[in-house]
């Protein structure tokens, strides 16, 4: 499967996300909706369990073990080519990014690990459905998050499972360490995304914190993450940001923004 660059990564070690808030209330009652859909399968439990190396980077990257993050999506066009990651929250959603720009015509890869691979039993599920938030704003990145209906449902199994989303009363501080995942690129001037799913721990930070960095831009519908150079890149965008809650992990960030100082 090809892979490329959308881009390099801009300067800053942070990665921005879009947090289901309360002011984005018609988005966050759908998905809290669909959470509890995938409860009954065990959501935010992965059958392979994630090692992840404290902060080392998907910048400079560190490998995935293969299966431990279920839910990890690629999105495809119809060449193969991956554009942006996604969010299993049930058998017959995805969630992923707004600016990401889903159409019917791309695809839905689940329980992939090596992009460049033809022996892996993954799923190829086509889009049957594409709800972008409604009030998404391309300039400000509010409401940077899109609903995707798949054309049929995907098969639940050790390598494919959902992952859980987090409810307007999870309390996630600043400090409290978390987990992106892609195929970002793994160095801030390389020329293609990586064929292996990198993952990085990244702590959360403050609002206080993140608007050192970014200013007026962040809005109480986000959130950021990321120190010392470990964020995510352009081919991460529309994954997932997940952190451990009562043993399970849950979706409390999509990949909107990434900054890397090289």
Not at 25 to 47: D, E, Q, T, V
Not at 73 to 100: K, M, P, R
Request: proline content about 5%; aromatic content about 8%; hydrophobic content about 40%.
């Amino acid at each position: 499967m090809q892979s490329q660059s959308r881009g390099s990564c801009i300067k800053d070690p942070l990665l921005c996300a879009s947090l289901h808030h309360a002011e984005n209330m018609n988005c966050l009652l759908i998905l809290s909706c669909l959470a509890f859909a995938g409860a009954a399968y065990g959501c935010g439990k992965p059958a392979i369990q994630p090692v992840v190396s404290g902060y080392a980077r998907i910048v400079n990257g560190e490998e995935a073990v293969p299966g431990s993050w279920p839910w990890q999506v690629s999105l495809q066009d119809y060449t193969g080519f991956h554009f942006c990651g996604g969010s299993l929250i049930n058998e017959n959603w995805v969630v992923t990014a707004a600016h990401c720009s889903v159409k019917t015509s791309h695809r839905v890869i689940l329980g992939e690990h090596d992009r460049s691979s033809n022996a892996e039993n993954i799923q190829t599920i086509k889009v049957g459905q594409v709800f972008k938030h409604p009030n998404y704003n391309g300039f400000t990145i509010n409401n940077d998050i899109t609903l995707i209906k798949l054309a049929t449902p995907a098969l639940l199994g050790t390598r494919v499972s959902p992952v859980c989303v987090a409810e307007t009363n999870d309390d996630f501080p600043g400090g409290m360490t978390c987990v992106t995942s892609g195929w970002g690129l793994t160095r801030y001037n390389a020329a293609d995304t990586p064929a292996l799913l990198q993952q990085a721990a990244l702590p959360l930070l403050t609002k206080a914190q993140c608007q050192k960095f970014w200013g007026s831009k962040i809005t109480d519908l986000m959130i950021c993450a990321g120190a010392d150079g470990a964020s995510s890149c352009m081919g991460d965008s529309g994954g997932p940001l997940v952190c451990e809650k009562a043993g399970a992990w849950t979706l409390v960030g999509i990949v909107s923004l990434q900054d890397y100082t090289g």
